[in-house]
């Protein structure tokens, strides 16, 4: 039986939209928030680790931390003592170094969001007021790993430790591309179109 043009142009089309469907499903960027646990003494002698563990599996495309840290007894806390690092797997990034500045935190929190697309980097001007800043280390030494596994935020107190500061909570957020199997029907739809280019081609020698 013969095919006429204009049923093999629509036939084409459809195929084309097919592999054109399946490519956008697995690039598409899904957004993630994971929360990470509090943390008593975070600002103890030694350092302290705090570990989330991230479920959904996927190649990061951009990461973003947030924590708040406050001191419990009401007094101010001073994180201008404090090295911060966010570690996944062999990658370390360095949020905040140890500065050793006289600038305090206005209060006795603060909720910090390290950003590499924030306005600014921390500096002393800031006093570390609320807000978002650019870390030391770019967070984009993460993109195009594996989001799954344990992720840890860890605190080194060179400067005063032991005055009992808190995490009082911490997230890690962005988008990634997920690694998941594709479902049955795009699996499907990916077949029909493998099978229509081979019958196109099969047509095209026979014309």
Not at 50 to 58: E, I, N, Y
Not at 97 to 102: I, L, N
Not at 154 to 159: E, K, L, Y
Request: proline residues 5%; glycine residues 10%; hydrophobic residues 45%.
């Amino acid at each position: 039986m013969m095919i006429g043009k204009s049923a093999k142009t629509r036939f084409g089309a459809f195929i084309a939209g097919g592999a054109m469907l399946c490519a956008a499903s697995a690039a598409n960027a899904i957004p993630f928030d994971i929360a990470g646990p509090a943390q008593t003494g975070i600002d103890d002698a030694g350092g302290v680790d705090v570990t989330l563990t991230a479920l959904p599996a996927g190649v990061i495309t951009d990461l973003n931390i947030q924590f708040l840290v406050e001191d419990p007894t009401g007094g101010t806390i001073h994180p201008e003592d404090w090295s911060v690092s966010l570690i996944h797997g062999a990658t370390t990034v360095v949020l905040k170094s140890a500065s050793f500045t006289t600038h305090d935190v206005p209060n006795n929190s603060w909720d910090a969001t390290y950003d590499d697309e924030a306005a600014a980097a921390l500096a002393d001007a800031t006093s570390f007021v609320d807000g978002s800043y650019i870390p030391e280390q770019a967070l984009s030494a993460f993109d195009t790993q594996n989001l799954a596994g344990d992720w840890v935020l860890r605190f080194n107190d060179a400067g005063s430790p032991n005055e009992d500061d808190e995490l009082i909570s911490w997230r890690i957020f962005g988008e990634f591309r997920s690694t998941a199997v594709p479902e049955p029907g795009t699996l499907a739809l990916f077949g029909l179109g493998l099978l229509g280019l081979g019958a196109a081609r099969r047509l095209k020698r026979a014309t």
